[in-house]
Protein backbone atom coordinates (compact mmCIF):
# COMPACT_ATOMS: atom_id res chain seq x y z
CA UNK A 1 0.00 0.00 0.00
CA UNK A 2 1.02 3.33 -1.11
CA UNK A 3 0.20 7.23 -0.51
CA UNK A 4 1.75 9.69 -2.44
CA UNK A 5 1.96 13.30 -1.10
CA UNK A 6 1.57 15.92 -3.91
CA UNK A 7 0.83 20.13 -4.32
CA UNK A 8 2.52 21.56 -1.78
CA UNK A 9 4.73 24.71 -2.40
CA UNK A 10 5.07 28.59 -1.59
CA UNK A 11 2.41 30.24 -1.35
CA UNK A 12 1.54 33.92 -0.17
CA UNK A 13 -0.74 34.55 2.43
CA UNK A 14 -4.05 34.56 2.10
CA UNK A 15 -3.19 32.40 -0.98
CA UNK A 16 -4.75 28.98 -1.94
CA UNK A 17 -2.96 25.43 -2.90
CA UNK A 18 -4.65 22.32 -3.10
CA UNK A 19 -3.04 19.22 -2.21
CA UNK A 20 -3.63 15.36 -3.60
CA UNK A 21 -3.23 12.27 -2.18
CA UNK A 22 -2.45 9.66 -4.65
CA UNK A 23 -3.57 5.90 -3.09
CA UNK A 24 -1.94 3.08 -4.96
CA UNK A 25 -2.09 -0.82 -3.86
CA UNK A 26 -5.69 -0.35 -2.37
CA UNK A 27 -9.08 0.95 -3.33
CA UNK A 28 -9.95 4.61 -1.35
CA UNK A 29 -13.60 3.84 -1.43
CA UNK A 30 -12.95 1.24 1.28
CA UNK A 31 -10.77 3.23 3.64
CA UNK A 32 -11.19 6.36 5.37
CA UNK A 33 -8.42 9.01 4.91
CA UNK A 34 -6.78 12.09 7.71
CA UNK A 35 -4.69 14.93 6.44
CA UNK A 36 -1.79 15.65 9.35
CA UNK A 37 0.68 18.20 9.70
CA UNK A 38 4.05 18.60 10.95
CA UNK A 39 5.55 22.29 11.48
CA UNK A 40 9.24 22.48 12.76
CA UNK A 41 10.03 21.51 16.46
CA UNK A 42 6.04 20.97 16.66
CA UNK A 43 4.51 17.37 17.11
CA UNK A 44 2.34 16.49 14.57
CA UNK A 45 -1.19 17.29 14.45
CA UNK A 46 -4.79 16.21 12.49
CA UNK A 47 -5.26 18.46 10.03
CA UNK A 48 -8.95 17.02 8.50
CA UNK A 49 -10.61 13.32 7.74
CA UNK A 50 -12.90 11.78 5.88
CA UNK A 51 -14.71 8.63 5.68
CA UNK A 52 -14.47 5.95 3.38
CA UNK A 53 -17.96 6.71 1.76
CA UNK A 54 -16.76 10.74 1.56
CA UNK A 55 -20.07 11.73 3.11
CA UNK A 56 -18.45 12.53 6.93
CA UNK A 57 -15.69 14.94 7.13
CA UNK A 58 -13.55 15.85 10.40
CA UNK A 59 -11.67 19.24 10.89
CA UNK A 60 -9.59 20.63 13.68
CA UNK A 61 -10.57 23.97 14.61
CA UNK A 62 -7.57 25.95 13.73
CA UNK A 63 -8.35 25.28 9.88
CA UNK A 64 -12.37 24.95 9.88
CA UNK A 65 -13.60 27.27 7.28
CA UNK A 66 -10.26 27.88 5.21
CA UNK A 67 -9.96 24.33 4.67
CA UNK A 68 -11.93 21.80 2.56
CA UNK A 69 -11.17 17.75 2.56
CA UNK A 70 -12.58 15.59 -0.87
CA UNK A 71 -12.30 12.14 -2.31
CA UNK A 72 -12.69 11.13 -6.45
CA UNK A 73 -12.64 7.13 -5.71
CA UNK A 74 -12.32 7.16 -9.72
CA UNK A 75 -9.31 8.61 -9.50
CA UNK A 76 -8.11 6.94 -5.80
CA UNK A 77 -7.10 10.08 -4.59
CA UNK A 78 -7.86 12.66 -1.68
CA UNK A 79 -7.54 16.43 -1.44
CA UNK A 80 -7.34 19.02 0.91
CA UNK A 81 -8.08 22.46 -0.80
CA UNK A 82 -6.16 25.06 1.16
CA UNK A 83 -7.45 28.43 1.39
CA UNK A 84 -6.75 32.13 3.32
CA UNK A 85 -3.40 30.72 4.06
CA UNK A 86 -1.84 31.54 7.01
CA UNK A 87 1.82 31.58 8.20
CA UNK A 88 1.11 28.99 10.60
CA UNK A 89 -0.19 26.92 8.25
CA UNK A 90 3.20 26.10 7.22
CA UNK A 91 3.94 22.38 7.79
CA UNK A 92 5.17 18.92 6.25
CA UNK A 93 1.25 18.12 4.78
CA UNK A 94 1.28 14.33 5.31
CA UNK A 95 -1.97 11.47 4.50
CA UNK A 96 -2.84 8.43 5.50
CA UNK A 97 -5.02 5.51 6.29
CA UNK A 98 -7.17 5.31 9.79
CA UNK A 99 -7.04 1.96 11.00
CA UNK A 100 -8.22 2.32 13.88
CA UNK A 101 -11.84 1.91 14.11
CA UNK A 102 -15.43 2.24 11.93
CA UNK A 103 -14.05 3.73 8.42
CA UNK A 104 -17.17 5.66 8.80
CA UNK A 105 -16.27 8.06 11.36
CA UNK A 106 -12.70 8.84 11.51
CA UNK A 107 -10.79 10.73 13.97
CA UNK A 108 -7.72 13.25 13.92
CA UNK A 109 -5.45 11.21 16.35
CA UNK A 110 -2.38 10.77 14.93
CA UNK A 111 -1.82 7.19 16.31
CA UNK A 112 -5.02 5.66 14.94
CA UNK A 113 -3.45 6.08 11.69
CA UNK A 114 -1.19 3.79 9.04
CA UNK A 115 0.50 3.49 5.71
CA UNK A 116 1.99 7.34 5.82
CA UNK A 117 3.03 8.84 3.09
CA UNK A 118 6.02 11.11 2.26
CA UNK A 119 4.93 13.83 2.86
CA UNK A 120 4.35 17.87 1.15
CA UNK A 121 5.58 20.99 2.30
CA UNK A 122 3.82 23.81 2.24
CA UNK A 123 5.17 27.03 3.27
CA UNK A 124 3.22 30.47 3.73
CA UNK A 125 4.92 33.58 3.55
CA UNK A 126 5.34 37.14 2.24
Known amino acids: WQLVESGGGLVQPGGSLRLSCAAS????????IGWFRQAPGKEREGVSSISSGGGTTNYADSVKGRFTISKDNGKNTVYLQMKSLKPEDTAVYYC????????????????????WGQGTQVTVSS
Open 25 to 32: GFKLEYYA
Open 96 to 115: AVYTYGSSGYPTLRVHEYDY
